[in-house]
């Protein structure tokens, strides 16, 4: 497992939409040179109360992953297309991922967020570590839970749960 640090982090509350649209700005060179739309869809007006660094960490890499991964060999003709969506239920925060690419083969599912796994190791750079920090981020830092949904052919769904209200601070 790789470590997080907990005893630093300073959360902050920040506007969903702006936040998110900032997040994508960061990968928007990548986003135009792969072809790749972005869209997203947020409920206006959402405040999350968050670390920011530990969920910017995990979104990037979730993000980067669907770039690698998801449309590395056209799967379907249309528009590689990526979408952020942000809902809050209740007291529970969820901000989905969304992608139109290959998906993942069943068999894989259930391990995308184990450290080192990857469906395209040997190619480099692809060592397995995007989704596990991800997984980290969320679940360690932030005390949420991330899931994944994949239909072959027809695109990935990696959703984030989180607490809207204040995070209450975990001793470790």
Excluded at 6 to 13: E, L, S
Excluded at 34 to 63: F, H, K, W, Y
Excluded at 134 to 154: K, M
Aim: aromatic fraction near 4%; charged fraction near 20%; hydrophobic fraction near 40%.
């Amino acid at each position: 497992s790789i470590a997080v640090k907990v005893d630093t982090d300073q959360c902050i509350t920040l506007d969903l939409a702006e936040y998110l649209q900032d997040v994508a700005s960061q990968l928007h060179e990548r986003l135009v040179r792969q072809g790749c739309n972005l869209s997203l869809d947020v409920t206006p007006g959402l405040q999350l109360t968050v670390v920011t660094e530990a969920l910017t960490e995990a979104l990037t890499r979730i993000m980067g992953n669907c770039l690698d991964h998801a449309f590395a060999q056209p799967a379907n003709a249309g528009t590689p297309t990526l979408c952020l969506r942000a809902r809050q239920h209740a007291d529970i925060m969820q901000i989905d991922i969304i992608d139109n690419g290959k998906g993942i083969a069943a068999e894989e599912l259930g391990r995308v967020f184990e450290p080192f796994f990857s469906t395209r190791s040997g190619n480099g750079e692809h060592v397995g570590l995007g989704l596990h920090i991800a997984w980290n981020q969320i679940t360690q830092r932030l005390q949420g839970e991330i899931s994944i949904a994949s239909v072959p052919g027809e695109g990935c769904t990696v959703s984030i749960r989180l607490k809207a209200g204040t995070p209450v601070k975990v001793d470790r």
